[in-house]
């Protein structure tokens, strides 16, 4: 893992950059996930676990939040019924478990409402931080950081923490990003992460931040293919 520069005011100013330039290099950057309301997205959130983003949307948008709108509908539903509508999305029993769990607290706790703060969120069966702070995020608008696999393997290696746990990523990264930027800032990582900052072959020649990240294993372009001679003639002569 990269060294990350000791100062938190460097840092503050080299985030202030990398999110200058990564909102130029992605101005789609947004949350992948489709939702209409915070409980929506608490649920899709608990699909998303092992499955891809659009692969979640093909199930909530064609089916699930059709047939589903509150917590009720989710908790009195037999769980083999549910766990046929959310099959496609992977590991569905226990999704269908977590997610009857949930519903049941929501309704016996919190009056069927998706609380909006961190400490109630995470009481929640089957949501950890970083499912919280995406829902607090994207859901209620408040200044959060949701710790995925693409915002922390891009931390690392642009050197924002030294850390591997994602809550201990996230205490590094809260004081560093402005926290107007917080949300668009995890966005702008996971685009980032899937088009140039991939997990097993980073795209660095074509990094928009490369010059700010210390990542030292930088990899290199294409190889420049040099002009190969017409069939039967040796190199240099017509
Ligand atoms: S320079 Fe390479 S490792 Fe650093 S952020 Fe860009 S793609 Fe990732």
Redesign the pocket.
């Known amino acids: 893992m990269p060294a990350a520069p000791k100062s938190p005011i460097k840092n503050g100013e080299r985030v202030k950059k990398i999110i200058a330039r990564l909102h130029r290099a992605h101005p789609d950057a947004k949350l992948a996930l489709n939702f209409s309301s915070p409980f929506e997205l608490l649920i899709a959130l608990i699909l998303a676990a092992q499955c891809t983003d659009e692969k979640v949307n093909a199930v909530t948008g064609s089916l699930l939040f059709k047939k589903y709108r509150t917590p009720e509908d989710y908790a009195r539903v037999p769980a083999e019924e549910l766990e046929a509508d959310i099959r496609p999305t992977g590991f569905y029993r226990n999704k269908t478990r977590a997610i009857q769990r949930c519903c049941q607290q929501l309704i016996e706790r919190f009056g069927g409402r998706v609380p909006d703060n961190l400490e109630d969120l995470i009481t929640l069966s089957g949501v950890g931080r970083k499912t919280a702070n995406m829902v607090l995020g994207n859901a209620f608008g408040q200044p959060a950081i949701g710790v995925d696999t693409h915002v922390m393997r ?1 931390a690392q ?2 050197g924002l923490t030294r850390q591997d746990d994602p809550d201990k990523i996230e205490a590094d990264l809260t004081p560093i990003v402005p926290k107007k930027d917080q949300v668009h800032f995890c966005h702008l990582l996971q685009f ?1 992460g899937r088009r ?2 991939v997990a097993r072959k ?3 020649h074509e ?1 928009v ?2 010059d700010l ?1 210390p ?1 030292p294993n ?2 290199p372009g294409p190889v420049q293919q040099k002009p190969r001679p017409a069939f039967g003639r040796k190199p240099g002569r017509l």
């Open positions: 891009l290696r642009l980032h140039v900052c980073p795209k660095c990094c931040v490369s990240c990542y930088k990899t």
